[in-house]
């Protein structure tokens, strides 16, 4: 089926989103959300877990996320809208399916920034003492009031405009990257501690612990490649500059993150692993490239990144609240939510969606208030979104096959699905104790739906496409019983031993690729939803709107 784009610009009512991001600025979007706390604590909680095969999970990682990102590349580019990882869905298997992959992006999302404050004002806390306490949390009222600080200020730079955003971003970025690869260069140039990666054995816990170790900082790192799909409809030239912007900062995150992992795992003195990798710690410093520069003497090395360890986690938490308010605005044009949330102020932005994703950042402080207590929930949560897109890439290549497609994903046929079983396979990598939390949180998203659905007027309810998407009822049960049963090294009970376990994985996530392709909406359907819901207007919209 044709779909024919209908020249316009992404407008509600009088305003329009504006098309005023290029190609650097889109690209350095995703590329300031993967260089963030990430990079500062990685590399030492993966160790921690995998001992130097944490190597190994830095290339699956890299290439996990890479097939993922290829996906997003291509419907970025197809569908140049606010909020796509939770339309593109929508498009494809209706509302509810919709729902799903914006909720816990949505999730996610706003889940980072908090995150990325704790890391900043730990590392914060070797200068201004009393805002972390010793177990890495917010301190009482102290790191709680700086934190509220932080997120405002995050917000009111977005609320001055895209432009403002973008510009800021950039110059936040350029540091950001730097600063590693400096890393990287000097830690290379002047450590040779390479007896590290044998003396205790290459694998010291086993296969199982460098998968484990992909959920303890490695997915969170690359995670962010998507937010020049989020920012995608207010770029210059969306059709193209969304597929290189995720490709290019994909790129780019591999390189630096793989990099950094190997520094690493060779510049500390070999008498830090005394006691085995998974006791290894730097005392009296948060950070461990700080640390291990600070005990050989690079002074100023350990200051710059010191410095880092507040702009990085600062910059990526900056962005967050932007991309969270646009997956919100989002939500609201699919009506999720109230439409209020897409109402746009006078400089385009959806300010009550940046609102209300602060506020909501903000309440995540007090029941998670250090980094290590949201890596997880956010890991999953994205990646349960991220692994949506194959299945709504499959489904609207049947529905919409002439749609105009910028970047076309060369073997989706095979990649797809990859990408689904991976996708499936990191959810499960996290373990039951995060697992059935995310379940607990779906069932919130149901019940944000459903009341959605009961207060909105007649002609605002959202369509609720059962039949195309009872899929998601097996899918979801599904993984929850996989987690529950699986191998005691994930948290499950142990009746499925590691091995079987990645085998039982891979075949549910076949069946359920296969049913929920077989269960997509008609072609008349989802080209409807494609108009309705502004994707073929976005696409053309007018750069000086």
Sequence with gaps: ??????????????????????????????????????????????????????????????????????????????????????????????????????WFWYLGAVTVAPAEVEAALSYANNYIPGLIDSSGALTIPAGFVVAAVLMVAFTIINVLGVRWMATTNLIIVVWKIAIPVLTVIVFLAVFHHFDNLTSHGFMPNGLPAVFAALSSGIIFAYLGFEQAVEFGAESQNPQRNIPLAVIGSMVIGVVVYLGLAIAFATSFEPGALSKGWSALSFPGSFGPYAAIASAAGLGIIAFVLYVDAVVSPGGTGLLYVGSSARMSFGMARSRYVPGFFADLNGRHVPLISLVFAMVLGFLFLLPFPSWQTLIGIITSATVLSYGLQP????????????????YRLQFAE?????????????????????????????????????????????????????????????????????????????????????????????????VIYALAVWQRLPDE?????????GAEAEAEADLLA
């Excluded at 359907?525 to 819901?533: F, K, M």
């Design 1 to 102: 089926m044709a779909v024919d784009a209908t020249p316009g610009s992404a407008s509600l009512g009088h305003r329009k989103l504006q098309r005023k991001v290029g190609l650097i600025a889109l690209m350095f979007t995703s590329v300031g959300s993967i260089i963030g706390s990430g990079w500062l604590l990685g590399a030492l909680t993966a160790s921690k877990v995998a001992g130097p095969a944490a190597l190994i999970s830095w290339l699956i990682g890299a290439v996990v996320v890479a097939v993922l990102a290829l996906v997003h590349a291509e419907l970025g580019g197809a569908f140049p809208v606010a909020g796509g990882s939770g339309r593109y869905p929508h498009y494809a298997f209706g509302s509810l399916a919709g729902l799903v992959s914006a």
């Design 414 to 510: 095979i990649i797809s699905p990859v990408a689904f079983i991976v996708a499936n396979l990191i959810i499960y990598w996290s373990g039951w104790q995060t697992d059935w939390k995310l379940m607990v949180a779906v069932l919130l998203g149901f019940v944000l739906l459903g009341l959605n659905y009961l207060f909105s007027p007649p002609d605002l309810k959202p369509t609720m496409d059962w039949k195309a998407a009872y899929w998601i009822i097996p899918y979801l049960a599904g993984l929850t019983v996989i987690s529950y049963i699986g191998a005691t090294d994930f948290g499950g009970v142990g009746v499925l031993q590691f091995g079987w376990d990645a085998l039982v994985v891979t075949i549910f996530s076949i």
């Design 525 to 533: 359907a989802a080209h409807r939803y494609i108009t309705e819901l």
């Design 391 to 406: 299945l709504a890439l499959t489904a609207l290549r049947r529905q919409a096959p002439d749609l105009a497609r910028p």
